[in-house]
């Protein structure tokens, strides 16, 4: 069964540092996402992604982030300036065509910033 | 704005019972309901998705019936079984893009 599979997935960063997680959705899908989830906390959204270019993002995706789809296949989430806060286990999901709202996640990279 | 409740936050069953776990949310509005598992340390797998105008979806021993005017759902395991355990969350997508939006799970624990 296709898959959507994410590395690295576990991540130690000192604050202040740029990192990238890395997402490879399923070859015949066309919307993707980036969610989080904090430590006993409820899973969040991030952002979509459809047609090269953001289609919605949440209040927590501010100026520090960044999504990228450079080649057709990877699908990118950039953190310019790590903080304390960005500590979470950090979710890439995609899924086929409009209409179609049946999710494939991957299973993650969980991000330690000390 | 939506939100997402889920009832009981865990629940400790002897294998064979029956599991019954609830979702509630606020806002009618949505385009659909889905139901995931959450196993420790690893990504979310999709169970159960009804749209908005339907009523219940089965898959094997899972049924997840949508009361939406009531902002309820219901996800049914018959005869549990220890691979069971996990964290089940459920979450609606309320807008064209997908987004979706959820609760903050049952953490499910079935004893042999």
């Known amino acids: 069964e296709p898959e959507v599979t994410q590395t690295p997935s576990h991540q130690v960063t000192q604050m202040g540092q740029e990192v990238i997680l890395r997402c490879v959705p399923i070859s015949n899908h066309l919307y993707f996402y980036w969610y989080r989830q904090i430590l006993g906390q409820k899973v969040e959204f991030l952002v979509s992604?459809?047609?090269?270019?953001?289609?919605?993002k949440s209040e927590i995706f501010d100026d520090q982030f960044s999504v990228e789809r450079p080649d057709g296949s990877n699908f990118t989430l950039k953190i310019r300036s790590t903080k304390l806060e960005d500590s979470a286990m950090y979710f890439c999901a995609s899924r086929e065509r409009q209409g179609d709202y049946g999710y494939t996640f991957g299973s993650g990279t969980r991000l330690t910033v000390v | 704005k939506q939100e997402v409740t889920q009832i009981p936050a865990a629940l400790s069953v002897p294998e064979g019972e029956n599991l019954v776990l609830n979702c509630s949310f606020t806002?009618?509005?949505?385009?659909?309901l889905q139901w995931f598992r959450q196993d420790p340390g690893k990504g979310l797998t999709s169970l159960l998705l009804i749209q908005s105008s339907q009523r219940e979806q089965t898959s094997g021993r899972l049924n997840a019936s949508l009361d939406k005017s009531s902002g309820r759902s219901t996800l049914y395991i018959a005869a549990s079984q220890p691979g069971d355990s996990a964290t089940y969350l459920c979450a609606v997508v309320t807008d064209s893009w997908g987004k979706l939006q959820f609760g903050a799970g049952t953490q499910v624990v079935v004893t042999p």
């Open positions: 806002d009618s509005a949505i385009y659909n």
């Open positions: 992604f459809y047609n090269n270019e953001i289609s919605e």
